[in-house]
């Protein structure tokens, strides 16, 4: 008789960082709402979380030795990448409000000061017109 020479396939043990994971979750839902305009300041919790549990994991797992290192590492990229675009999209729109302000407080200048019609000129004709009893 002949014996079987296949071998039981043998069980491959993938260990986790559990901070990577958790650093994924919060940099992930960072990041995704990091491209929504009006979500401002939630941004930037998730962000922070996801980059110190993703050094933290990073750290530990160097340490021990027992889990992979890119998962907290990768977490970490991604919660810096959720504040960088958060912070990308709070520059842009607090130059867009700095514009239009100057824009509306320059046009509302020259319309006022340089008309005949201005609230000022008005002012002054009717102090006139009484001083001079017309």
């Known amino acids: 008789m002949a014996e079987s020479t296949e071998q039981a396939p043998k069980k491959v043990s993938v ?23 009006r979500m401002g300041r939630a941004v930037l919790p998730f962000g922070v979380v996801a ?37 990308g999209y709070a520059d842009q729109a607090v ?4 514009q239009v302000t100057a824009r509306s407080a320059h046009a509302y200048a020259a319309q006022y000061d340089s008309s005949q019609d201005s609230p000022r000129a008005q002012t ?3 102090s006139q017109a009484r001083l001079t009893g017309r």
């Open 95 to 98: 130059r867009a409000v700095r």
């Open 51 to 87: 980059v110190c549990l993703g050094v933290l994991g990073f750290i530990m797992s160097a340490a021990t030795g027992k889990t992979g290192r890119r998962l907290p590492l990768g977490s970490a990229v991604l919660g810096l990448l959720a504040l960088a675009i958060y912070t």
């Open 15 to 37: 260990r986790v960082s559990a901070l990577g994971l958790l650093a994924l979750g919060f940099g992930t839902v960072g990041t995704m709402w990091a491209f929504v305009p």
């Open 124 to 126: 002054a004709g009717a």
